[in-house]
């Protein structure tokens, strides 16, 4: 006979409670001595007359609600209806989960009763995160109150031959399966809430399945349960025809106990008397009143636990894998407790409180018309159905999954209200104008899904031959995952072949909607926006977005003329353009940012949310998963090819009249120069411009900013084109790095009087008073004055002081708040110090400041807008979208010399006079960042891994003329959502305010990028080379790295 020790050692190494290991050994020893769990129908009777709620005449009794707990069992995953979340987070009506309507009842109940009645749920392992989180998000009274949770237990999925613990090596979570909901009993008393309750006064405890919203509780049964002061009682619903192969009550004949048979139960040849609705008439809704002091008394007769009858599943320990090791799982109904209680009783119910979701047959039932909610959040059949629900009989093979039902009914829910019967086998796509009336059959024999549409009124329709959706058909093609597709902070960043091998932007883009329409966005609604940075192979995958798009629901898109979009004019377009039925919900940017383009350099692929940022870290995450797991995508092959040069709109229609797709090509400028024009004194900036002793030159480095920089200063501002430079976008940026800073810039910085470390040389002739440039996709910005170099750090300092002069602070009473990154140099605090501005420090990452400039509209905080934020990476923004923005820092720069410079008949003050008067207000933080591009990623992990452990040896240090006050690895707590971010750099925090940083950047095509950052804070020696002012800083920088050892060189490769 096989032991039960493997069991009892891995449970308890697992933690597991000793009361739910003791359950699981009862059901272990019933299966090694052989019994099979079956009830022959000789040993049993059927149950007699039961007594109906409805006949019940006592008084409901109020004061029984103080004494009562109600707890609802949410620990499914819905797998068998292909869901892998909680399956009460599914959509059951109108927007609500079973979930929403569960929180909703519980509030309507308290209120309608003026009882604080106690509300609990029993989740899994595999549920609770998910279902914390959403009552936190969405009902955080409840989520507050203490003992909402008890865990369900795991036990151990068992070999099929040798009954020991089954393994799984690819994942070990695989190992484990949940007991069955008769683990109700073993977690109360493992979790200590069985005593818990008991001492808080509590008596009674009515428990349901979390998907069947009809179960509530009813003052009237309570009180009833109380006064025939029975131990346990069972509500129960007479059988009819679609409930016969269900599990039924019965009598054992031996004790005359209530025991409960289910299917598994049942011998083949007693089959025919289990189905029989006239024998065995009545089941099991699963709501369950139980007296919490004889549940004691039961659990200390037999030591510790409930000896529930076994069920045994035969499966395999990967549930995904077929041919995996074959394994038993055994688990225990919590209704077939009734035979262990003296006392028990059983009461019939009527079906409206009995409305489970098992299938998509009841799911598109309760979604239908059939059913309607009712004030205090049930749903119920409607009247208007005469008392008999439709009987929906959906292909099981084509209808098993959610998934499959959503796809057929994702133009809207048919009408069942005047439906008697309907039956469809194959595939078919129903809509909101879809009325069936009577019986209705339809069948389709063809693997396209066709569409049924108007009323469709007792008939028998075959399909299979009418016109489908011609262009806008899908096809599901098959694919597998490919490594190496988890997105960083900007996005999918990958060499330009890789991108275009076989599937593999394809799978992004699939992985990416498909967690999109899992966080809630309905893809049929609103406008998908696609555009970039015009990189080698933009054009190309901008038509398969669109196609993909299609399969999968998009109905309008909008896309950049000649597919341009820089990032922030994305932003701005998700934001601002409308009218609000066509709002956009999201966007595909491609672009990678800076890096180079061209068939041999890099491609990159982000994701934009509704509120314009960048997907945040649980769609990510969502999207990453989803890249390891899948197996097809979808694609409509023979949409058109758009025409993405002529701004106008294409509209598809389906051969069926059934959908249509509109693709709109817009002016990419559009959105995003009128947003600007909102913002600055164009009026005062044109002045500016036109002044004889100013001048000005724009460098788009072939990139994106091109067009947007034309329209600004040449069609807004009258400016020549010859303040442009490098404006037209080139798909590989001339074979230039569209980096704006003054190792790349360096036509620019030339003609600026610079050289690459930003010390002034010889020039001949007059060189321009500002200049300006931005990178590929148009969201960084490196500012110049005449033979001057504004550091990025000191560019956010100067407009945060200055930002009162532009009409977008002014006008809203003036900067709230600023945010820099980490790594910036602390200038702008000081600012922040001397105005008062709520300030923060983030780690890299531009969603860190939307968050909280989302604050208040998103998370209901408090208000930090205006707001001013920056990185000491080219990157300056504002609130007024939700990623940086380059050329708004060009304008914000020239607003601010406009202020300075009211009076054209006086001397020019120019940008460096700007600065030099700050650094007089302020003091001056010198500042550099040395950029070790392309190093090997082991290595250059090994190097942070040491510095990462020896931060607290390094912590009071001295080194050269420094001491180290604080050595640490920078971690995040969101101020807004709670979140928290770890290992976001390595800091060497002096004791004089001189900092030290390296991090490792996200943003890289390939190999790793080192980036080591260096900062003085002085406020006497003003007029240092920062080389000279940074030397021994830098000196102490690279041997606290060791940098050489680890990744071969201390040559940077760009130094900014």
Known sequence: MASFEPCRTKMEKEGIAPSAISAFESTFKSLVSGNTGIIPESTISPVPELVHTDSISTAPNSALLAETVVLKLNGGLGTGMGLDKA??????????????????????????????????????????????????????????EEGLEMLQNKVPKLDATTYAPATCESDSSNEWCPPGHGDLYAALIGSGRLDGLLASGYKYMFVSNSDNLGATLDLKILTHFATIDASFMMECCERTENDKKGGHLAIRDSDKHLILRESAMCADEDEAAFQDITKHRFFNT???????????????????????????????????????????????????AIECFDGASAVIVPRTRFAPVKKCNDLLLLRSDAYVI??????????????????????????????????????????????????????????????????????????????ISGKIENATLDVSEEVGLGALKPTVVATAPIAGQKPGTSGLRKKTKEFMSENYLNNFVQAVLDAVVAGGTNLSEGTLVVGGDGRYYND??????????????????????????????????????????????????????????????????KYNTQNGGPAPEYLMEATYANTTSIKNYKICSDFPEIDIATPGCTSVAAEDGSSSVVVEVIPSTESHVALLKSIFDFG????????????????????????????????????????????????????????????????????????????????????????????????????????????????????????????????????????????????????????NLDFFETPT???????????????????????????????????????????????????????????????????????????????????????????????????????RASTAANTGRTVGSYTIATADDFKYVDPVDGSVAQK??????????????????????????????????????????????????????????????????????VIT
């Open 87 to 144: 399956k009460s987070l599914l959509e059951v009506k109108n927007g609500d989960t079973f979930l929403d309507l569960t929180a909703k009842q519980v509030m309507c109940m308290r209120e309608e009763f003026g009882e604080n009645v106690k509300f609990m749920l029993m989740n899994s392992f595999s549920t609770s995160d998910d279902t914390l989180e959403f009552f936190q998000t969405k009902y955080p009274s409840l989520a507050a």
């Open 984 to 1053: 976001q750099g390595i800091r060497f925090l002096m004791s004089d305010g001189s900092r030290i940083i390296f991090r490792l950047s996200g943003t890289a095509g390939s190999g790793a990028t080192v980036r080591m950052y260096i900062e003085q804070y002085e406020t006497e020696k003003l007029d240092l080379a920062v080389a000279d002012a940074l030397k021994e800083l830098t000196t102490i920088a690279l041997s606290l790295c060791d940098i050489k050892t680890f990744c071969g060189t201390e040559t940077p490769t």
């Open 374 to 451: 009712t004030e205090d959040f049930r749903p119920v059949l409607n009247p208007a159905c005469g008392g008999a629900a439709p009987v929906v009989a959906l292909d099981s093979k084509k209808y098993k999954m959610v998934g499959q039902l959503e796809e057929a009914t994702k133009d809207g829910v048919p009408s069942l209200v005047d439906c008697k019967r309907l039956t469809i086998k194959g595939v078919v796509r129903m809509g909101r104008s879809t009325r069936f009336v009577g019986d209705v059959s339809i069948t389709n024999k063809s693997d396209e899904a066709k569409f």
């Open 684 to 835: 005062a900036i044109k002045s500016l411009l036109d002044r004889e002793d100013f001048s000005m030159i724009y460098d788009s480095m072939h990139g994106v900013n091109g067009p947007f920089s034309k329209a600004v200063f040449v069609d807004e501002l009258g400016q020549p084109e010859s303040v442009l430079m490098n404006h037209i976008p080139k798909d590989d940026f001339n074979g230039g790095h569209a980096d704006p800073n003054l190792t790349y810039a360096k036509e620019l910085v030339a003609i600026m009087g610079l050289d690459k470390k930003g010390n002034k040389i010889d020039v001949s002739g007059s060189v321009p008073s500002f200049g300006a440039a931005a990178d590929g996709d148009g969201d960084r910005n490196m500012i110049l004055g005449s033979q001057f170099f504004v550091t990025p750090s000191d560019s956010l300092a100067v407009l945060v002081a200055n930002a009162n002069c532009i009409p977008f602070f002014s006008t809203q009473g003036g900067l709230k708040a600023v945010a820099r990154s980490m790594p910036t140099s602390g200038a702008v605090d000081l600012v922040a110090k001397d105005l």
């Open 286 to 336: 699963n709501n369950l009143w139980i007296r919490l002091d004889k549940l004691k008394e039961i659990v200390d007769k037999f030591g510790g636990f409930i000896p529930l009858p076994m069920i045994l599943n035969s499966k395999t320990v990967d549930p995904k894998d077929d041919k995996s090791q074959k394994v038993v799982q055994l688990e225990t109904a919590m209704g077939a």
């Open 540 to 605: 190309k995958a901008i038509q398969t977005i669109i196609k993909m798009g299609v399969a999968n629901g998009v109905k309008r898109f909008w896309i950049g003329e000649n597919g341009l979009l820089s990032t922030p004019a994305v932003s701005a377009m998700i934001r601002e353009r409308g009218p609000v039925w066509q709002k956009a919900f999201g966007a595909f940017i491609l672009t990678a940012s800076h890096n180079p383009g061209g068939p041999e350099e890099d491609f990159g692929i």
């Open 845 to 947: 990452g531009w969603k860190f400041f939307g968050n909280l400039m989302d604050s208040k509209c998103i998370f209901k905080g408090k208000d930090y807008t205006p707001f001013i934020c920056g990185e000491e990476s080219f990157g300056t923004g504002s609130d007024h979208v939700r990623e940086k923005d380059g050329i708004w820092a060009v304008l914000a720069w020239l607003n601010v010399l406009a202020a300075q410079n009211p009076d054209s008949s006086k001397a020019l003050v120019t940008v460096e006079d700007i600065v030099r008067k700050h650094w007089a207000t302020y003091g001056r933080n010198y500042y550099c960042r040395w950029d070790f591009e392309g190093m090997d990623a082991v290595g250059a992990n090994a190097m942070m891994d040491k510095m």
